[in-house]
């Protein structure tokens, strides 16, 4: 550990260490694969709270220089490469730790959780520009602490940085480790010559396009909001139900959430795109051969809907209509094809059309949802316990919203919901009965 460097902001204490690999890494050059260059520079952080007793900052960088070793790459740094494409220089340099105190006896159960520009902002690390990932932990004058990580969402999924997590606790808990990631590019790789499929050809064209021919973006809210909101059990399970038989809490809960887009959307929004990302390594591999493969492994679907009509419609009728453009690109073909696309359209970049309105254009309210379903709240325990709480948190500079669903720490069919998007959508989430209800420090820290 190096680099030490001790800045006082806000009445908090804050000390930044450097935490390298435990062992040596032999420099080298890792190509991001075509997946990964679908995805612009964005940073995505997370962050877990741990009442007392919490896990120690000691304990975490020992665990960390530990785990760094088999997930080397995130120890390096985004670097450009001759044709100006973004690359991993796997040089060792260390992941950024900043151990902070939280001013004036502020107690953790105190954070305001669910209004998250006032309470979490703070506890989640701004990444370093060309570096992979940061960890900073805060530590509360109660004995809790809460442990963020924000990493380069270029270089990795959200389903790779739970593999990298869940390695991080059981280094923490000297548990064994699990299986090493695999970084097999060759998984990813263009097929030469590409096959000829129209209809795959032409659902690419329809969710991606080059960045030099995308339309113009979606006007960005002023002044959007990111809160977290809980979901109960029971009102998943009704979602569901009242979906219709066959179709997924993932596709019921993204067709209520279209349902509320449309009432939100304003007057010159005549159109409302509903987005979703699709993760591919069961499409591409059904053998599991992916089940350890780290990196992106994402396409973006969506569907557009005029906002009147969506308004007229049942849930069980927007719920077929996300079945069915989820299902179509939820396949190995699909993903294969993507891949081959991008290898056809290198060095230039692309960019995902669900961001930009889909076929809606600027007329339509945008909205994606990605399932954090997979978030590994249950083996978080970093040697002290599991956390009290925990969520993702991606206030990204897109006109599109952004809504993630995870399961509760409670481990009891809850759900907690990331939601990033204009007031408007907020408003309208807030006011319905159900579904949707404010996250309490009652309910997080019970």
């Known amino acids: 550990m190096v680099d030490e460097a001790t800045k006082e902001q806000g009445g908090a204490h804050e000390v930044t260490v450097t935490v390298a690999p435990a062992l040596p890494v032999q420099g080298h050059r890792l190509a991001l694969s075509n997946l990964d260059l679908l995805l612009p520079p964005l940073d995505v952080s997370l962050f877990f709270c741990y009442l007392h007793p919490a896990p120690t900052a000691a304990a975490l960088k020992e665990a960390l220089a530990k785990t760094l070793v088999p997930y080397y ?24 730790f900043t151990v902070a105190t939280a001013p004036g006896g502020v107690e953790l159960r105190e954070i305001r959780l669910g209004a998250v520009d006032e309470g979490v902002e703070k506890l989640v690390p701004a990444k370093k520009a ?79 396009c080059p960045r030099s ?24 399970a009704a979602l569901k139900a009242k979906a219709g038989p066959g179709r997924t809490k993932l596709e019921a809960f993204t067709a209520h959430l279209w349902q509320l887009c449309s009432r939100a959307a304003s ?38 809907i005029g906002s009147e009509d969506i308004r007229r419609m049942d849930l069980a009728e927007v719920a077929d209509d996300v079945h069915g453009w989820v299902a179509e690109a939820a396949t190995g073909e699909h993903f294969r094809g993507l891949v081959d696309w991008v290898e056809a359209l290198r060095p230039k ?85 159900t579904v949707f209800r404010a996250l309490e420090n009652s309910y997080a820290f019970q």
């Open 267 to 304: 007057p010159r929004q005549s159109q409302c795109c509903m987005g979703v990302v699709v993760d591919g390594r069961t499409r591409m591999f059904p053998d599991g051969a992916m089940k350890a493969y780290f990196g992106n492994v994402l396409t973006i679907t969506y569907g557009v």
């Open 130 to 208: 060309g570096g992979v990932v940061a960890v900073t932990v805060t530590k509360f004058g109660c004995g809790g602490a809460v442990v963020g990580c924000t990493f380069d969402h270029r270089v990795c999924d959200a389903y790779s940085f739970n593999m990298f997590l869940v390695a991080w606790a059981a280094a923490a808990r000297g548990s064994p480790a699990p299986p090493a990631p695999s970084f097999r590019r060759s998984l990813v790789a263009p097929r030469d010559p590409p096959p000829r499929a129209p209809s795959t050809e032409a659902l690419i064209d329809r969710l991606f």
């Open 73 to 96: 790459p995130l120890a390096g740094e985004v670097v450009a490469n001759a044709d100006g494409e973004p690359e991993l220089l796997c040089s060792g340099r260390g992941v950024d």
């Open 349 to 433: 970049p692309a960019v995902a059309r669900a961001y930009l309105g889909g076929t809606g254009g600027s007329e339509a309210m945008a909205c994606i949802v990605s399932s954090g379903m997979s978030f590994p709240v249950g083996k978080a325990d970093f040697g002290t316990g599991l956390p009290a709480f925990a969520s993702y948190h991606f206030p990204w500079p897109a006109g599109a919203g952004y809504v993630m669903p995870m399961p509760s720490t409670r481990g009891d069919g809850d759900w907690v919901v990331y939601v990033h998007v204009a007031p408007e959508l907020a408003k309208v989430m807030e006011e319905e009965p």
């Open 213 to 236: 021919a995308a339309p113009p973006p979606l006007p960005v809210a002023a002044s959007s909001v990111n809160r977290i909101y809980r979901i109960a059990a029971a009102d998943v």
